[in-house]
């Protein structure tokens, strides 16, 4: 029985790599997909995450650190950019800015324009201002 238990441990340990690796991936790929299908939920956060997938926070953060971005970052920035793609949008131009800052979790105005100013370098009325401009003239 130990010889057999010796072979197993064994082999598994010249494989954790591979299998840490593979491991890896794939649960990043279900807690990104996990964020995008709760981008509106304003109270996504690396808690809510690490708990839907059974991790620990800690956990998480590790996960994110080969990335270059936090966990917080990583929301920030889908975020910010579907209200972008909503500003653009044609289709979206009688949604108020509010709104669409609403749609993607940020349900205080003042606040979401803050984070998109700080992205994109000018507010969301400007920069839904300047898109239209572009459609027509361009």
């Not at 598994?12 to 593979?22: K, T, V």
Request: with cysteine; hydrophobic share 40%; charged share 25%.
């Amino acid at each position: 029985m130990l010889d057999l238990l010796t072979t197993v441990l064994a082999e598994r340990l010249d494989r954790p790599a591979a299998d840490a690796d593979s491991g890896h991936r794939a649960l990043m790929l279900q807690i990104t997909a996990f964020i995008e299908e709760h981008l509106g939920n304003p109270d996504l956060s690396p808690q809510l995450i690490a708990g839907a997938h059974h991790i620990s926070l800690r956990q998480l953060h590790k996960l994110f650190e080969g990335s270059g971005v936090t966990v917080g970052g990583w929301i920030r920035q889908r975020r910010m950019e579907r209200c972008g793609r909503d500003l653009r949008d044609p289709g979206l131009a009688d949604r108020p800015v509010a709104a669409i800052g609403s749609r993607w979790g940020y349900p205080d105005p003042a606040h979401f324009s803050r984070l998109f100013k700080s992205a994109y370098g000018v507010g969301p009325r400007d920069y839904r201002y300047h898109a239209d401009a572009g459609r027509v003239n361009g």
